[in-house]
C-alpha cells in the first residue's frame, strides 16, 4: 500500500495487507491516502480510481416532501417500477442503500456452507461471506463453481471486465445451491443482464445505479430475484431501506431512456480514447468495461505516483505490481491534464 496508510491488516483468506481504516480491504475512492502523500484539496484532484462515470446524470429538481418525510410504500413502488422496466425484469426487485447493501445481506439468504467467488473481483464479497460464517473459496473459472452452495460472479467482472453470457451463468445457476450475479458495470451492455430471467428460483441479481448514472453518493442500487428470496432480503434490510431524494432522482433516471443509450454510446467512444493514450504511454493488456479500464505497466506503483503527482488518482491492487485501473475522465479539461500526466513520464 502506499507509504502514508495506517498500519495495514492481514486480511484471513488472501494473506494481503490492507489499511485498517478501510475495514481490512483495500477500495478505490481512498483521495485522503493521495492527498496526504500528495497534497491539493479534494476538488483538485481527478479520482479514476473507481468506476464512476464522471459525467452525471443532471439531477432533476427533488420534491420537498422527499425530505420531509419518511418514504411510503407508493414511492418505492414507483422507484421500483421505474428499475423493472429499465432492466427490462418482471422479477420481483428491492430498492436498497447501493449494491453494497445487498451484498451485506445476501449471506443470510442460506444456511452457511462453502461459497465459490470468481476472482479476483471486488473484494466485499468475500468479506461479507466470511463474516457471516461462510468457507470461501476463490475460483479463476466458472468451471470450478459447481457444486458451491452459494456462488458469487461478478458480471462484466471488476477489475478485469471478464463477461460471460447469460445463457452459461443460467447453467452454472443449475448446479449451485444459490447464484449471486453482481451486475454493477452491467448498464453499458445490457446484452449481458440476467435481470429478465432473475425471478428463476436460485438466482439473485444485484444491480448499481450509482456507477453508470455517476451519483455514487445518493447510495442505491436493487436486488432482483424470485418473489419468496426478496421478500427475505426485505425483511432483513428492515424499513426505508432508500431515501426520498434517492427514489425522486431514480425515477427520474431510470426513465430517461434517451440519456441512457446517449451515455452508453459516449462511454463506448471514451473507452476507445483511453485506451488510444494508455497504448502510447507504453501500457498493454487493455481490458475491462465501460466504465473503467485495467492495463499492464512496468510498475503499477511508481505509475500511480506519477500521475498522483499531477493530482489525478488511479487504481493498483495488492495481487499484482503491475495492473493500473483508471476510471474515464469526464470532460475535455480533465482528458488534457491525463494527457499531459501520461507524456511528463
Known amino acids: 500500500m502506499i507509504a502514508s496508510s495506517p498500519q495495514p491488516v492481514r486480511h484471513a483468506n488472501d494473506g494481503v495487507s490492507r489499511p485498517a481504516h478501510l475495514g481490512a480491504r483495500d477500495h478505490g475512492g481512498n483521495l485522503d491516502d493521495a492527498i496526504t502523500r500528495f497534497g491539493g484539496e479534494v476538488d483538485n484532484w481527478i479520482d479514476l480510481s473507481t468506476?464512476?462515470?464522471?459525467?452525471?446524470?443532471?439531477?432533476?429538481?427533488?420534491?420537498?416532501?422527499?425530505?420531509?418525510?419518511?418514504?411510503?410504500?407508493?414511492?418505492?413502488?414507483?422507484?421500483?417500477?421505474?428499475?423493472?422496466?429499465?432492466?427490462?425484469?418482471?422479477?420481483?426487485?428491492?430498492?436498497?442503500?447501493?449494491?453494497?447493501?445487498?451484498?451485506?445481506?445476501?449471506?443470510?439468504?442460506?444456511?452457511?456452507?462453502?461459497?465459490?467467488?470468481?476472482?479476483?473481483?471486488?473484494?466485499?464479497?468475500?468479506?461479507?461471506?466470511?463474516?457471516?460464517?461462510?468457507?470461501?473459496?476463490?475460483?479463476t473459472s466458472v468451471d470450478q463453481i459447481a457444486g458451491?452452495?452459494?456462488?458469487?460472479?461478478?458480471?462484466?467482472?471488476?477489475?478485469?471486465?471478464?463477461?460471460?453470457?447469460?445463457?452459461?451463468?443460467?447453467?452454472?445457476?443449475?448446479?449451485?445451491?444459490?447464484?449471486?450475479?453482481?451486475?454493477?458495470?452491467?448498464?453499458?451492455?445490457?446484452?449481458?443482464?440476467?435481470?429478465?430471467?432473475?425471478?428463476?428460483?436460485?438466482?439473485?441479481?444485484?444491480?448499481?445505479?450509482?456507477?453508470?448514472?455517476?451519483?455514487?453518493?445518493?447510495?442505491?442500487?436493487?436486488?432482483?430475484?424470485?418473489?419468496?428470496?426478496?421478500?427475505?432480503?426485505?425483511?432483513?434490510?428492515?424499513?426505508?431501506?432508500?431515501?426520498?431524494?434517492?427514489?425522486a432522482i431514480g425515477c427520474a433516471a431510470l426513465a430517461d431512456v434517451a440519456w441512457r443509450h446517449q451515455t452508453a454510446a459516449r462511454l463506448a467512444d471514451d473507452v476507445r480514447r483511453l485506451d488510444s493514450l494508455a497504448q502510447r504511454a507504453g501500457w498493454s493488456d487493455a481490458c475491462g468495461t465501460h466504465l473503467f479500464r485495467l492495463y499492464t505497466t512496468v510498475d503499477a506503483a511508481a505509475t500511480q505516483d506519477q500521475l498522483a503527482r499531477h493530482h489525478i488518482w488511479t487504481r493498483r491492487f495488492p495481487w499484482s505490481p503491475v495492473r493500473l485501473r483508471l476510471g474515464l475522465p469526464g470532460c475535455e479539461e480533465e482528458w488534457s491534464r491525463l494527457a499531459t500526466a501520461l507524456a511528463s513520464a
Not at 429538481?61 to 418525510?69: F, K
Not at 479476483?120 to 464479497?125: A, I, K, L, R, S
Open 148 to 247: 458451491a452452495d452459494l456462488a458469487v460472479v461478478v458480471n462484466p467482472n471488476n477489475p478485469d471486465g471478464r463477461a460471460h453470457r447469460p445463457e452459461a451463468l443460467l447453467d452454472i445457476a443449475r448446479t449451485v445451491g444459490l447464484l449471486v450475479v453482481d451486475e454493477s458495470f452491467t448498464d453499458a451492455t445490457p446484452e449481458l443482464s440476467l435481470a429478465a430471467r432473475a425471478d428463476m428460483p436460485g438466482l439473485v441479481v444485484l444491480r448499481s445505479f450509482g456507477k453508470f448514472y455517476g451519483l455514487a453518493g445518493l447510495r442505491l442500487g436493487f436486488a432482483i430475484g424470485a418473489q419468496e428470496t426478496i421478500s427475505r432480503l426485505a425483511s432483513d434490510a428492515g424499513p426505508w431501506q432508500v431515501s426520498g431524494p434517492a427514489i
Open 51 to 139: 468506476g464512476i462515470n464522471r459525467r452525471p446524470y443532471p439531477v432533476p429538481e427533488i420534491p420537498p416532501h422527499s425530505w420531509r418525510r419518511l418514504p411510503t410504500q407508493s414511492d418505492v413502488s414507483r422507484l421500483t417500477a421505474a428499475a423493472a422496466r429499465a432492466y427490462d425484469t418482471q422479477a420481483a426487485i428491492l430498492p436498497l442503500a447501493g449494491a453494497q447493501a445487498a451484498i451485506q445481506l445476501v449471506p443470510r439468504l442460506a444456511r452457511t456452507g462453502q461459497a465459490a467467488i470468481l476472482a479476483p473481483t471486488y473484494n466485499e464479497h468475500s468479506a461479507s461471506l466470511e463474516h457471516h460464517g461462510w468457507r470461501v473459496r476463490e475460483v
